[in-house]
């Protein structure tokens, strides 16, 4: 069964970029902005994060907040400098990974396996 993958950005280009660096054959990639998440969660969600105290960043706070999607996985797509990443409550958490701008393919798929399959 093949993984569910939500990419959100506010940002349209950002989210059509992002859907197309996803594997093809073993993911279903969705897209949707800040205020249009769909009813149904994926597996993993790609959140490109342009800043702090941005509808994105409320969007991962509100996926934290909230026990029905507290432990889906959350990929950050950034080109903020780490030291501003790290700093924020959420970066800590086992289920959230930062991938820095410009993302590369490889990485994107290596680390959505890392966070689906933490023991291996």
Request: hydrophobic share 50%.
């Given at each position: 069964?093949?993984t569910?993958?939500l990419v ?17 054959d073993s993911?279903?990639?969705t ?24 509808p ?33 409550p959420?970066?800590s958490?086992?289920?959230i ?7 590369q393919?490889?990485?994107l ?7 689906l399959?933490?023991d291996?």
């Open positions: 069964m093949p569910s993958v959100v950005a506010s940002d349209a280009d950002t989210r059509s970029r992002l859907a197309a660096l996803m594997p093809g993911v279903v990639t897209t949707a902005a800040p205020d249009s998440l769909p009813a149904e969660m994926p597996n993993i969600f790609v959140i490109a994060l342009p800043g702090l105290e941005t994105e960043e409320q969007v991962i706070e509100r996926l934290r907040a909230d026990g029905a999607t507290e432990a889906i996985p959350i990929i950050i797509v950034s080109a903020l400098p780490m030291v501003h990443l790290q700093s924020v959420y970066a958490d086992w289920t990974a930062i991938v820095e701008e410009p993302v393919a490889a990485v798929a290596d680390t959505m396996q890392f966070l399959n933490p291996g």
